[in-house]
């Protein structure tokens, strides 16, 4: 296989499964990925629902795949039936945590001073976070997107200041989300770019190397095209990652020789 463009970046690959899978598929999908040698420049992240956990903890104890929580209180304990906290997160083996998912945004009302909450809660716990930012198909018809990037940014660096030299931004165009519908290229690495010079703009020469994922519609049919994109560092995916051959399949193709 030939080189990747940029070939020799490190790569984060990133799996987003909702409210999917069950134990068993679980099981047998980790079985399955332990088989598989992860090269060194690729980095790993599963994000399971919350009751399953406890089998990533057991299954991937030496595995160099990673794992974390698809959401985070922003409280750190008492009264909040249903939450879950960063000490849990900890308790459970995780490392990474999403916040800001748009569907956590649009279905559960989350705003941008709640993401940068939680955001903060998992850093607290020296858990890292992968924000989650994206604009809809009409604040980018209407030329509005990179504002809102911004703001969603902002809120969370007005919260975290320094701290955001620690975070992902995974950059998930709302109207890309399991549409199978992806930006063009040019317009993925326009707002990637824009989102690094956000994050430059911020000041401290260590933002440079805040990862920046991209998500909505990855696939194996378009995942070394985006990789080549410069200031895409790797990819937040739903749909085609709960499947391991589709997820084994992408990893490979991420694999320089
Ligand atoms: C997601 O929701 O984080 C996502 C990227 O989903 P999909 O890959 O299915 O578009």
């Not at 993401?115 to 607290?124: L, Q």
Request: aromatic share 8%.
């Amino acid at each position: 296989m030939e080189k990747l463009e940029n070939g020799g970046k490190e790569y984060i690959v990133a799996a987003n499964w909702k409210m999917n899978m069950s134990a068993k598929a679980i099981k047998s999908f980790l079985e399955e990925m332990n088989q598989v040698e992860i090269p060194k420049h690729l980095r790993t992240i599963i994000f399971p629902p919350y009751p399953y956990l406890n089998i990533f903890q057991k299954m991937l104890r030496y595995s160099r795949i990673t794992y974390g929580a698809q959401d985070i209180a922003k409280e750190e304990k008492g009264a909040y039936t249903g939450e879950v906290s960063a000490d849990m997160l900890i308790d459970m083996g995780c490392s990474y945590t999403l916040t800001g998912h748009s569907e956590r945004r649009s279905y559960y009302a989350e705003t941008p001073e709640i993401v940068a909450e939680k955001t903060r809660a998992a850093i607290m716990h020296s858990l890292t976070p992968v924000i989650c930012i994206g604009e809809t198909l009409e604040q980018r018809q209407s030329g509005r997107y990179k504002e809102i990037l911004k703001a969603q940014l902002d809120a969370v660096e007005a919260s975290v200041r320094e701290s955001m030299g620690v975070c992902m931004i995974a950059y998930e165009p709302v109207w890309a989300i399991g549409t199978g519908v992806i930006p063009k290229i040019s317009e993925i690495r326009d707002t990637h770019k824009f989102i690094h010079e956000v994050l430059i703009s911020y000041g401290g020469t260590y933002r440079k190397t805040v990862p920046i994922l991209y998500g909505g519609s990855v696939s194996e049919k378009n995942v070394r095209e985006i990789a080549s994109v410069k200031y895409v560092n790797g990819f937040l995916i739903g749909g085609a990652s709960l499947n391991a051959e589709r997820f084994k399949t992408i990893i490979k193709l991420l694999s320089v020789d």
